[in-house]
């Protein structure tokens, strides 16, 4: 069975300040994927950024950065430089290897103060 | 290039009610999910389909709920005789054929069910 436990549920960050948000999932497959969504009011879910379990290098795409510790079971997303707009929900994701369906966490609502 | 739509955004029904929702995939994407997202949740899975055949379906979808995806290409899901425990917000996701190493999903912004 997968788990995906998000421990924040609420986070503030100055603007322009970097912030870490907590993911630790639980699985006993071998090969797996993770990922960070965004959820901005609107509603739809935003791909950000996605780690591979063999994947030997942490992941970055632009400003989001995944810290994965894959002893340790986690995988935090950091946000470098905060914006007013980076102000949403965050969702931590897993998908077992050849596996459909992504596995969700209760996210992490993060407010960006100016 | 557009994004996954649904329709309607906003639906608020009476309980016992039919409702459906549409959702119309990025058009090269031949995979379509469903999932249900509920107040302080993140999404929960409740089926996939591949072209028109689904092919996997989650115990979350009981017998009041179907989905179909007729030619491959627009997907409905219908929920019959709702119940207040349906309110949720009814999100669909598409991805492409022989998935990018990431294999991330494209989520429309989603269909918000109120069921008084």
């Known amino acids: 069975a997968q788990k995906i436990t998000q421990t924040q549920p609420g986070m503030f960050v100055q603007e322009k300040e970097a912030v870490t948000l907590d993911c630790t999932y639980d699985t006993s497959d071998q090969s797996y994927g993770l990922f960070w969504y965004k959820q901005p009011s609107s509603g739809e879910m935003i791909f950000l950024i996605y780690?591979?379990?063999?994947?030997?290098q942490n992941a970055t795409e632009g400003r989001y950065s995944l810290n994965f510790q894959k002893a340790r079971k986690s995988a935090n997303l950091v946000i470098s430089a905060s914006q007013l707009g980076d102000s949403a929900m965050y969702f931590c994701?897993?998908?077992?290897?050849?596996?459909?369906?992504?596995?969700f966490g209760t996210g992490t609502r993060l407010t960006v103060i100016p | 290039d557009t994004g996954v739509s649904q329709n309607p955004r906003h639906k608020i029904t009476k309980r016992g009610q039919n409702v459906t929702f549409r959702c119309d995939p990025i058009s090269e994407h031949n995979r379509l999910y469903w999932y249900r997202q509920t107040l302080g949740q993140g999404p929960e899975f409740l089926t996939y389909?591949?072209?028109?055949?689904?092919?996997?379906k989650s115990r979350l979808l009981s017998d009041r709920f179907s989905a179909e995806r007729p030619k491959g290409s627009f997907s409905t899901l219908e929920i019959q005789r709702t119940e207040q425990g349906d309110s949720a917000m009814y999100l669909c996701a598409s991805s492409p054929t022989g998935r990018p190493r990431t294999g991330e999903l494209f989520f429309g912004e989603g269909s918000r069910l109120t069921v008084l």
């Open positions: 994701a897993m998908r077992r290897t050849g596996a459909n369906n992504l596995f």
């Open positions: 389909f591949q072209n028109e055949a689904q092919l996997e």
């Open positions: 780690q591979g379990s063999y994947d030997e």
